[in-house]
């Protein structure tokens, strides 16, 4: 799973790509770590605008946890079908790479993956709040080729340009669907963040 990402892009120019209001949110480009925050698309129901603002990577635990949650594996936990189950708590995390690791302990290497025709991509997300403090956790899925051949655990859930507003608006039974690694031939790999 990542635990971190790049978005190289200043908040003007991700509410364009997304056809968000951008508000007043200051990103200005660079990386997103756990407990950072980092622009988010969501929909708002009634309007049905998209609007783009910061929120916090990694949503409180559960009552036995410790460490804020930065993924979504398990997708019928009962800590996250509810928020999966309603439209209002699912957002795009915007991103122009992401990073993983490979190698045994003492020797990793960082890789970092982009889609190749989409300078800004999104990853499916699900916002909470807690203390009325807004959070968001990326949802992963089983890696593609290439990206198993660096890393075998999870990859980022990332949503095709046409699966965008259906990951935001669609039933879960078919927003669900949409669950499946992005094609390993539409990514590039370098080590170092694509810029």
Known sequence: ???LY???????DIAAHFGAQAGKDPWAGGYAAPGRPAPIVTRDAKSRMRRIGPMFWGVPPPP????PITSVRNLDSPFWIGTLRHTEFRC?????????????EGARRQHWFAVADQPIFAIAGIVRFADEVPTFAMLT???NRLVAHHHSGAMPLILPAEAQERWLTADWKDARGLVVPFPGQAMTVSDAPPV
């Not at 790049?6 to 003007?12: E, F, G, H, T």
Request: without cysteine; glycine residues 6%.
């Open 1 to 3: 799973m990542t635990r």
């Open 6 to 12: 790049r978005l190289d892009a200043p908040a003007a």
């Open 64 to 67: 036995r946890g410790t460490d």
């Open 92 to 104: 795009l995390i915007p991103a122009t790479s992401f990073a993983l690791w490979s190698g045994a």
């Open 141 to 143: 899925t089983d890696p």
